[in-house]
């Protein structure tokens, strides 16, 4: 069974920064693309970020530029660092990830972590 775990979501003030961690855990072989995605109250989930196992990344466009993606492949731990927040970054982050066991792929969520961007 694969779990996801996040970490490092809280209350932030305008122009603050934070840093989200994601570890997988459980039984696979390997980890192609991790990703962040997150949900506003009142709106769909939507992309934030994902970078695939060779490294390549892939940003929102109301993200570019403040936050960064980055991934520990020894640890099976994913990074979001989120510079410059602003108050409508404030949603619940979920970590995703397509993990394989062999030619199996499995594709997770993690329960989400709180970020609220708030004077």
């Known amino acids: 069974q694969v779990q996801l775990v996040e970490s490092g979501g809280g209350l932030v003030q305008p122009g603050g920064s934070l840093r989200l961690s994601c570890a997988a855990s459980g039984s696979f072989s390997s980890i192609n693309t991790m990703g962040w995605y997150r949900q506003a109250p009142g709106k769909q989930r939507e992309l934030v970020a994902t970078i695939i196992s060779g490294g390549r990344t892939n940003y929102a466009d109301s993200v570019k530029g403040r936050f960064t993606i980055s991934r520990a492949n020894a640890k099976n731990t994913v990074y979001l660092q989120m510079n410059s927040l602003k108050p409508e970054d404030t949603a619940v982050y979920y970590c995703?990830?397509?993990?394989?066991?062999?030619?199996?792929?499995?594709?997770?969520w993690g329960k989400g972590t709180l970020v609220t961007v708030s004077s």
């Open positions: 995703n990830a397509d993990l394989y066991s062999g030619y199996r792929r499995e594709n997770s």
